[in-house]
Each structure stands twice: as C-alpha cells, then as structure tokens.
C-alpha cells in the first residue's frame, strides 16, 4: 500500500480514505460474497486449487469487486494489473499484453483487473481473447451492467460470469461496526442508523463515505432521521433508464399486477418514479398489462388504462402519475385471464402453418355476375335470420375444420363469455348436423 501512496505522491502518514483503510486484507474479511468466496463456492474451490480462471465479476456498486480482484491475484500469486475501460485504449492494451507475455516467459501469471470492461467496444473485447487462451493473462472484468447484453459471446465463453450481491442490511451494519472500531462511535439514534444504511442501498463504499462525513462531526447530541437528512446529501436510487435497471423493474411491476398484488405493484410503480424513468413509457407498459393479462375477465381495465394515459397528457407532473397509479391499482386487483393473448399467439402459429387457404365459398362476396355464376356467396346463411341469430355455419378454410383458439376463464367477465361460446357451439353441432 505504501508503494501505491507513495506513486500519487502522498506519503505513509498521509491520512487515507475511510474506504481505502478498511479494505480487506484478505478474502476472509470480504462482507456480503459468501456465495462466491466459501471453501464449496465457485472463487473458494479455485483458491484451493490454485487454478484461477477468467471471470467476470457482475454487481452493483460499492460491493467489492475490485478488492476480491486483488485478493485473488495475492491469493492466486499472480502478479496484479488493474485498467479502467474508462480510460484505457488499443494502445494501453498492447502494453500490458506485451508485458503480460514478458512475465509468462520467466513463469510468472498476470491477473489483469479490468474495471468497467463494458466500456470496452467489441473489436477491444476480442483484442483479449488469443491472450487469455495462450495463458498470458487471467482476465478478471468488472461490471455493473448485464453481461449478456454488453459483451461479446466469445468473451463470456471463456470466462465464468459471477454474480455479487449487493450488501443487505446485516452486512452494512458489520460495516459501520468496523468503521467504528477504527474512528469511533457514530452519535446516531437507532432510528437514524438504521436511516443512515438505508441512504447507502447496498453499496458499501457509499456507507463508508457517509460515515466519514459524520466522524467528521462533532454534534453535542446523537441525530435523529430529520437531522440527518439534514446533514448528508442523501444520492438518487441506483436506477437506469436505458439498462438492465430498467428491465428488471418494470418486469417487477409487471409481475406484481399479474399476481394480483397491488401494495407490491405501487412499490415498483414508486421505485421507476423515484428513478426518473418516463411516466408515458410505464402508461404504455400499464396499458399492455390490461391487454395480456386481464384482457376480456374485465373490458373496462383497458379503458381505465388509456384514460389514465390521457390523464397524464392533460395534467403532467406531478398530479398526472396519480393517474397512473391508480390504474395500475385497477389492474392489480382486476380478474386475470391471458385467453385473449393465447388466442392470438395460437391463431398467429395457425396462420403460419396453413399458409394461404382460401375462405369458403359461402362467405366471399360476389360483386359481379362473373363471381356469382362461380358460385361465390353461395348458401351463405345471414346470421340475423336464423334462429337466436345465430346460423352455426363454419367460417374457416374447406378441409380444415372448426379450430378453438380462445377459451375463455370462469373469472370476471369471461365466464358469461364462456356460457355463451359453450352455448352456440352446441347449437353449431346441432344445426350441421
């Protein structure tokens, strides 16, 4: 460490970072990763082995993946390098393949860290891969969006994807306890603690940098919530609108109405709000919901939806995403029935497969005298003459028979809807017959 100090110009005594001293010293002190680094965990069994392999290292902010970066390469022996994508170009990569390359020579390994390695374009990407297949480096990347969208197949294919989680509660409180250990006793109501790690949403290195605000202080007495609030700027929540981030809640929001949990639903509704994510772009994901998963169990869901959409267009912000909660209530708590959107993904398939079958006869239309002497419109029964206005003829293509797309469920709306198809297909058997 003093090494890396005394580079930056700072010397030993310099006081560092809260963030930089409590840095584990050794993977055992790592808060929050027992899943990757036990003895029987993925990063525990290469450890013990002596074998790392490439890895890419998937998670928020703040939980350490630089650290276990480190530490695998003190653990691993390899000699350690560490690149930001941010910073880094073709130029710089060459320079540490090559260096890479002159240590293997003399049997030493490189650990190469590369922090935010979805930066990196595609061609920067495969630059990597002849160099992690001939053992010249073990590529370790960091990265807080998905893998799977932002790098290339080849890359993942040589490397494991490990997932961290961010630190919950227990683990920022371990946390605070060390930071404390350190400097001293935070002046905080439990009230105010438990306010103080909620502020940090999982990141660690975010906690540690509100804590050295406050060891900064010097307050006659502990703060309560509103004081520190008052004390420290409390960040946005993780939330972006053109990433992963997006995906997952507005999945949550929509799994929360399809399982009919509408306290649920609110909460994500109020996360994408809080976010900053587009209330039209949530209005039409609203409108979707009404159309997939309640569809005709409730006609009105969908006329609430729109009319909430308009709402919005008329009112704006902030009154108008009171319209769009409230539709996403109406939705919540609507009967479900996904028959219309299985109808129609079954009738599309059957479209497909029967390619260009022409429409019986009996109901083309027959404007000239040519048409008609071919027999076109022929024995075509007009529904509103027969009996119960209904005729019961077949509409579907000659050969193909009567196929059943839609079935109805016994909820809400729908199940008059199924008394009455149940109804006209016997009189359709009846009246063919």
């Known amino acids: 460490m003093s090494d890396l100090f005394s580079s930056a ?9 809260l963030a930089d001293r409590l840095r584990p010293k ?27 392999t490439s890895a890419i290292l998937w998670g928020p902010p703040g939980v350490g993946k630089t650290t276990i970066a480190r530490l695998l390469a003190d653990e691993t022996e390899l000699h350690f390098v560490q690149i930001s994508a941010i910073f880094s170009g073709v130029a710089d990569l060459r320079k540490v393949f090559e260096a890479a390359k002159g240590r293997r020579a003399v049997g030493q390994g490189t650990l190469l860290f590369v922090d935010e390695i979805h930066r990196f374009n595609r061609a920067q990407q495969d630059s990597f891969l002849p160099h992690m297949e001939d053992g010249s480096i073990v590529l370790i990347g960091a990265t807080t969006e998905n893998p799977s969208f932002e790098l290339n197949a080849a890359v993942l294919s040589r490397a494991q994807v490990l997932v961290l989680k961010r630190l919950d509660t227990e683990g920022l409180e371990a946390l ?24 940090a949403d999982g990141d660690g290195r975010y906690l540690l940098n509100l804590a050295e605000d406050l060891f900064a202080r010097r307050d006659a007495e502990p703060l309560d919530p509103a004081a520190l609030t008052e004390a420290l700027q409390k960040r946005a929540p993780i939330y972006d609108k053109g990433r992963e981030g997006h995906y997952n809640l507005i999945s949550a929001l929509h799994k929360s109405v399809r399982g009919s949990d509408p306290d649920a639903a609110l909460y994500w509704l109020a996360r994408m709000f809080a976010g900053g994510e587009d209330p039209l772009y949530i209005a039409r994901r ?43 209530i109406y939705v919540a708590t609507a009967p479900k029935s996904n028959a219309a959107y299985t109808a129609y993904k079954a009738a599309m398939r059957s479209a497909k497969e029967t390619g260009s079958l022409d429409p019986p006869m009996h109901i083309l ?5 040519m048409m008609k002497d071919l027999g076109y419109g022929d024995d075509y029964a007009y529904d509103h003459d027969a009996p119960g206005a209904f005729s019961g003829q077949d509409y579907f293509p000659e050969g193909m028979g009567h196929a059943t797309f839609y079935t109805p469920v016994p909820r809400g709306f729908e199940r008059e809807i199924k008394k009455r198809l149940e109804y006209w297909a016997k009189l359709r058997t009846e009246r063919q017959s």
């Open 176 to 199: 605070l306890t060390r930071a404390e250990a350190v400097e001293h006793p935070l002046r905080l109501t439990p009230e105010a603690r438990e306010t103080l790690i909620a502020m």
């Open 286 to 328: 609203v409108v979707r919901m009404a159309i997939e998963d309640i569809g005709l169990a409730d006609p009105e869901a969908l006329r609430q939806t729109l009319a909430a959409k308009d709402a919005y267009d008329f009112l704006g912000s902030p009154e108008g995403e009171l319209a769009i909660a409230q539709a996403v």
């Open 365 to 369: 239309n027959a404007p000239t005298k």
């Open 9 to 17: 110009g700072l010397e030993d005594e310099a006081r560092r970072p």
């Open 26 to 52: 050794s993977l055992g002190e790592v808060i929050g990763q027992d899943h990757l680094l036990n003895e029987d965990a993925p990063l525990g069994r290469m450890i013990a082995s002596q074998r790392l």
